[in-house]
């Protein structure tokens, strides 16, 4: 009879190796879990670093790249295609600075525009102009809203030179069709050139 039965010690040692064993289970599971969960954090993780890398390499792109051109539109205005092209050919290739002085004395008849054609010879270094006030006074207009969309794109306006042109523009009849009025399109643009691409012009002339 005391060979068949398990001594009392022996039982003790199995219940503790039982125990380990449930132990070591439990905490297998445990990290496990928690390593299921932190695969998750980790891709979250990375991800906001990715979008946060992009959205910063776009700001030094923007930064990179900035704006060289603002360019105003006018319109169907109701001017003369001669008196604007004169105005054109006057404030070409001269900043903002100083076309604005320049358009505010013709508004006000202290200058003359050059214009060619059998007109009137004027003072100062010109043979002949006229005082073209209501298309000076739409050009000083479209010369502060130029300079408006210039600050606007962060550009150094010091740096800028206007280039200008003027289109004949679609022109409706008057009452009874006889005659048609004066409608012109204008096109007002600030340009920042590149030095670099001046000089390999020259080089090339």
């Known amino acids: 009879m005391l060979q068949g039965r398990v001594p009392h010690c022996q039982l003790n040692k199995n219940m503790a190796e039982e125990k380990q064993n449930e132990k070591e289970q439990t905490e297998t599971k445990a990290k496990e879990e928690k390593k299921v969960v932190e695969a998750p954090k980790e891709k979250d993780e990375k991800k906001t670093e990715k979008v946060t890398d992009k959205k910063e390499a776009k700001k030094t792109a923007g930064k990179k790249s900035e704006a060289r051109e603002a360019i105003v539109n006018g319109r169907d205005l109701p001017l003369s295609k001669k008196h604007c092209m004169a105005i054109c050919d006057f404030i070409r290739g001269k900043r903002i600075e100083e076309a604005l002085p320049l358009m505010e004395k013709v508004a006000s008849m202290r200058i003359a525009v050059p214009m060619k054609g059998e007109i009137p010879h004027r003072k100062g270094r010109m043979m002949s102009g006229r005082y073209p006030v209501k298309a000076a006074e739409q050009f000083i207009r479209m010369l502060k809203q130029l300079s408006a969309n210039a600050e606007n794109k962060e550009m150094d306006i ?47 002339r």
Not at 167 to 174: F, I, L
């Open 158 to 204: 010091d740096k800028g030179i206007i280039e200008c042109k003027a289109d004949r523009a679609s022109r409706p009849y008057k009452r009874f069709g006889s005659m048609r009025f004066k409608r012109t399109h204008v096109t007002l643009k600030l340009v920042i050139k590149d030095k670099k691409k001046k000089a390999r012009r020259e080089k090339k």
